[in-house]
């Protein structure tokens, strides 16, 4: 039972710090530019923001897709909790479990806020049909490597104003690191079996 609440306690530990991070944001800093804190010159700074959509700000254009994002998070977030206590049970490596746990913790911590922060926060969008299940995400941390206006030549994004690096929050800084760590380290995660040589010998010609 002990290794069942060790993982899924990093879980708690992500959206615990999350929803922190996100209520000291909502509660003590001013929203969008007036409020922005500078942390490293002007590259890192902490900029409060929303975004009706998925991790970074990504979202779908159609008239229900909030409502789809938020449906497909509550699926997710079952079928991650699932696959978790699967790989503890199977005892899969270590780091890779971890991975998953930290990948759980953000989708749940995003999910927190689509669900409710549109009553708790009243962050829903104007034209929301209710504030349940339309929460806005609260972003934060903003690395401003590079902002300005992408020429028109530029395929898909060109003519538009656009910075380089997106704002994200602590949600969706445990997804990237714990799909980044995979996807760098899953040979190691994954090792391939070593493959059986099954070579016989012939039988000797009989003269």
Same mark, same amino acid.
């Given at each position: 039972?002990?290794?069942?609440?060790?993982?899924?306690?990093?879980?708690?530990?992500?959206?615990?710090?999350?929803?922190?991070?996100?209520?000291?944001?909502?509660?003590? !800093?001013?929203?969008?530019?007036?409020?922005?804190? &500078?942390?490293?010159?002007?590259?890192?700074?902490?900029?409060?923001?929303? =975004?009706?959509?998925?991790?970074?700000? !990504?979202?779908?254009?159609? @008239?229900?897709?909030?409502? &789809?994002?938020?449906?497909?998070?509550? *699926?997710? !977030?079952?079928?991650?909790? #699932?696959?978790? #206590?699967?790989?503890?049970?199977?005892?899969?490596?270590? +780091?890779?479990? &971890?991975?998953? /746990?930290?990948?759980?913790?953000?989708?749940?911590? =995003?999910?927190?806020?689509?669900?409710?922060?549109?009553?708790?926060?009243?962050?829903? %969008? #104007?034209?929301? %049909?209710?504030?349940?299940?339309?929460?806005? +995400? +609260?972003? !934060?941390?903003?690395?401003?490597?590079?902002?300005?206006?992408?020429? @028109?030549?530029?395929?898909?994004?060109?003519?538009?104003?656009?910075?380089?690096? %997106?704002? *994200? =929050?602590? /949600?969706? $800084?445990?997804?990237?690191?714990? +799909? $980044?760590?995979?996807?760098?380290?899953?040979?190691?995660? *994954?090792? @391939?079996?070593?493959?059986? =040589?099954?070579?016989?010998?012939? $039988?000797?010609? @009989?003269?």
């Amino acid at each position: 039972m002990n290794k069942y609440l060790k993982y899924f306690g990093i879980t708690l530990l992500v959206i615990a710090i999350d929803q922190a991070v996100k209520m000291l944001v909502h509660f003590q !800093m001013d929203f969008g530019t007036p409020g922005q804190i &500078i942390i490293f010159g002007d590259w890192f700074k902490l900029h409060y923001t929303t =975004n009706p959509g998925m991790a970074f700000g !990504m979202e779908l254009g159609t @008239e229900y897709g909030k409502l &789809i994002l938020t449906s497909f998070r509550l *699926f997710a !977030m079952f079928g991650i909790g #699932y696959y978790l #206590y699967y790989i503890i049970k199977k005892k899969q490596h270590p +780091v890779y479990i &971890i991975c998953i /746990a930290m990948i759980l913790g953000g989708a749940i911590g =995003n999910l927190v806020d689509s669900i409710f922060y549109g009553v708790w926060l009243r962050n829903a %969008p #104007y034209d929301a %049909p209710t504030p349940w299940l339309h929460g806005q +995400v +609260v972003d !934060m941390f903003y690395f401003d490597i590079w902002e300005g206006y992408i020429p @028109e030549w530029v395929p898909i994004w060109g003519g538009s104003y656009t910075a380089l690096w %997106p704002i *994200f =929050n602590v /949600a969706d $800084a445990a997804i990237f690191i714990g +799909v $980044a760590i995979i996807l760098i380290f899953q040979g190691k995660f *994954f090792p @391939e079996k070593p493959k059986e =040589n099954h070579h016989q010998e012939s $039988a000797p010609l @009989e003269q």
